[in-house]
T-cell receptor, first 115, second 111 residues
Framework: DQQVKQNSPSLSVQEGRISILNCDYT??????FLWYKKYPAEGPTFLIS?????DKNEDGRFTVFLNKSAKHLSLHIVPSQPGDSAVYFC??????????????FGKGTLLTVNP | DTGVSQDPRHKITKRGQNVTFRCDPISEHNRLYWYRQTLGQGPEFLTY????????KSRLLSDRFSAERPKGSFSTLEIQRTEQGDSAMYLC?????????FGSGTRLTVV
């Protein structure tokens, strides 16, 4: 049972345009969400996160939107750059309430930004 | 600098051999987690420690796997009698909630 789903295995965009990566989740207990970027042969690098009490969080070119009623979040990258080409993972956790704080990941989306 | 050092970065081993990986947090962290990432999948939780105590183990962690954190600082993950299905990247993480930082990982290839 995949609790975090990234339904698009890959996405290709032109440099300078917007990249939108999507993520859906099924567990309503998740209350904290994170996006990671991963290059081959390296560990995931944290990008941006959002708590379930918010619907938007912005950091530079990266913005994450959360729609709790739809159990959906998205990562927007504007403008996209060739260096953004990597696999992007969505992750979710039950952060509050003294939980064990383990992350549940999606399968990832390979983003390719073409010059 | 990820704040977590993992050694070795790459390991190639023959099927049936034992391997051990090490994770060294750069600063003190009460919690330490191990994850595994196989091709085409996101990282999957294996186990975690609160100081020296191993508090949870995933069903992915078969009897051939053992993890320790003897002094509440570094941790080791041992795989006995490796199988080809063990080929993966093994990741260590030391969260300071809500931040969650991963090490560079150890890529294991079982031939």
């Amino acid at each position: 049972d995949q609790q975090v789903k990234q339904n698009s295995p890959s996405l290709s965009v032109q440099e300078g345009r917007i990249s939108i990566l999507n993520c859906d989740y099924t567990n309503s207990m998740f209350d904290y969400f994170l996006w990671y970027k991963k290059y081959p042969a390296e560990g995931p690098t944290f990008l941006i996160s959002i708590s379930s009490i918010k619907d938007k969080n912005e950091d530079g070119r990266f913005t994450v939107f959360l729609n709790k009623s739809a159990k959906h979040l998205s990562l927007h990258i504007v403008p996209s750059q060739p260096g953004d080409s990597a696999v992007y993972f969505c992750a979710a956790s039950t952060y509050s309430g003294g939980s064990n704080y383990k992350l549940t990941f999606g399968k990832g989306t390979l983003l390719t930004v073409n010059p | 600098d990820t704040g977590v050092s993992q050694d070795p970065r790459h390991k190639i081993t023959k099927r049936g051999q034992n391997v051990t990986f090490r994770c060294d947090p750069i600063s003190e962290h009460n919690r330490l987690y191990w994850y595994r990432q196989t091709l085409g999948q996101g990282p999957e939780f294996l186990t975690y420690f609160q100081n020296e105590a191993q508090l949870e183990k995933s069903r992915l962690l078969s009897d051939r796997f053992s993890a320790e954190r003897p002094k509440g600082s570094f941790s080791t993950l041992e795989i006995q009698r490796t199988e080809q299905g063990d080929s993966a990247m093994y990741l260590c993480a030391t969260p300071k909630p809500p931040d969650y930082t991963f090490g560079s990982g150890t890529r294991l290839t079982v031939v």
